[in-house]
């Protein structure tokens, strides 16, 4: 594998879906997988087969239609779940098994009841259970990101060579800053003697609203592969947002990564997935918001007008989204006016344009948005003062 690809985990059915009033039945889930695919996605974790009929069965169906991207089941690190995900997922061209166990001492002893030689045997047999079934197998160490760096590392030495091909390092409750998490990413890849078997895979949380920030700091302490999701759905405060490290790896080419994800449908997706998920998008979302290629400040907006690249780094072309916005508020100038006159087949002279200023200040003053409407009222009461 190019060792500067980036591969993209999808979990927009699996995590994304965990999010309270985004359930989605097969039919939905269906269709987000195709479209998935066909962003570039190189993983698609499918769901939880064990969890339920119903996502058994989704699991299954998605198996059955993608043809390109690995289609990957969630299991715990108990038997039976491995056989149900290893059945729901046996029809498809690739299939991985996503197995693991809490590797924090927060979870060994609180949640588990249990001592880390313990769990490490059982991280090793799940790995060993998953390979009767197929050889893609990945890792996860829950709670990674408050674990020990030095168990972590005996842990995760274990299940590749137990036959783990990825092993995912989670930052589960969103604790770690960037420099922390990349730290415990470039530790394992300089302490694991076998790390060179597996693919780092990031999967980090938005509790303290650092995921996208890990996952980059991951990546570059060694970490191939990004979990995440559109728009960011997830557990509690959500996850990773696919849509933010695919562009932050396509702006900063200087850190010499790629991904195969087709940018221009990244927002077409993410309005696909608000809209079947049930689940608005907020508006100053990063690359997929409402408002993140619209200028209202009069400052942004004449430097905007002078040269986009004043004030945006990313062409809305470039993801899909629609051209950018000159947004009138209160807060807007004169260069903004003529514009937007000018958008609407009005043209005045500097003078008009100082006398319809202040008209235009009075309406924006009662106002959040000055719209089309209220420029045509403007122009055509605007009546100019003969010169004398």
């Known amino acids: 594998m190019a060792d500067n690809r980036i591969f993209i985990f999808d979990t927009t059915l ?34 939880f087969p064990i969890s339920s009929p119903g996502d058994f069965k989704s699991v299954q169906e998605i198996a059955n239609v993608i043809k390109n991207a690995t289609v990957c089941a969630l299991t715990r690190a108990v038997q039976k779940d ?80 137990a036959g783990a091909t990825t092993v995912n390092i989670p930052d589960t409750t969103g604790y770690c800053l960037p420099h922390q998490y990349g730290e415990k990413i470039a530790y394992l890849a300089n302490n694991v003697p076998n790390i060179d078997k597996a693919v780092i895979s990031c999967h980090c949380h938005n509790d303290l609203g650092l995921a996208t920030a890990n996952s980059i700091a991951g990546i570059m302490n060694g970490a191939r592969q990004i979990e995440c999701t559109i728009n960011g759905l997830g557990e509690r405060a959500g996850n990773t947002a696919l849509e933010e490290v695919v562009m932050i790896i396509r702006q900063h080419s200087s850190l010499g990564f790629y991904t195969n994800i087709n940018a221009k449908m990244l927002n077409p997706m993410s309005r696909l997935v608000s809209d079947t998920m049930r689940m608005p998008v907020q508006p100053n979302k990063a690359i997929v918001g409402a408002n993140a290629f619209s ?34 508020t209160a807060r807007s100038g004169r260069s903004a006016l003529a514009h937007r006159f000018s958008k609407l087949g009005y043209q005045f002279d500097r003078n008009g344009i100082d006398v319809l200023y202040e008209r235009f200040l009075k309406v924006a003053d009662q106002k959040k948005e000055v719209v089309e409407e209220d420029l045509h009222k403007l122009a055509k009461e605007y009546q100019p003062v003969p010169v004398q």
């Open 82 to 161: 491995i056989e149900v995900a290893a059945e729901a997922i046996k029809n498809a061209k690739r299939a991985r098994i996503h197995t693991g166990i809490g590797v924090s001492d927060y979870h060994i002893k609180g949640k588990f009841n249990s001592n880390r030689e313990d769990i490490l045997k059982r991280a090793v047999q799940c790995i060993k259970w998953a390979r009767n079934y197929t050889d893609d197998i990945e890792f996860f160490g829950e709670d990674s990101g408050r674990a020990d760096n030095e168990y972590l590392a005996r842990v995760i030495e274990a299940v590749i060579a």
């Open 14 to 47: 699996r995590d994304g879906e965990q999010v309270p009033g985004c359930k989605l039945n097969a039919n939905e889930k269906i269709e987000l997988a195709l479209k998935l695919e066909e962003l570039g996605v190189d993983i698609l974790e499918a769901g």
């Open 295 to 328: 200028h209202s400040s009069g400052i942004h907006q004449d430097g905007f007008l002078k040269d986009a690249l004043n004030y945006e780094i990313i062409n809305p072309e470039e993801v899909g989204a629609e051209m950018s916005k000159i947004v009138l």
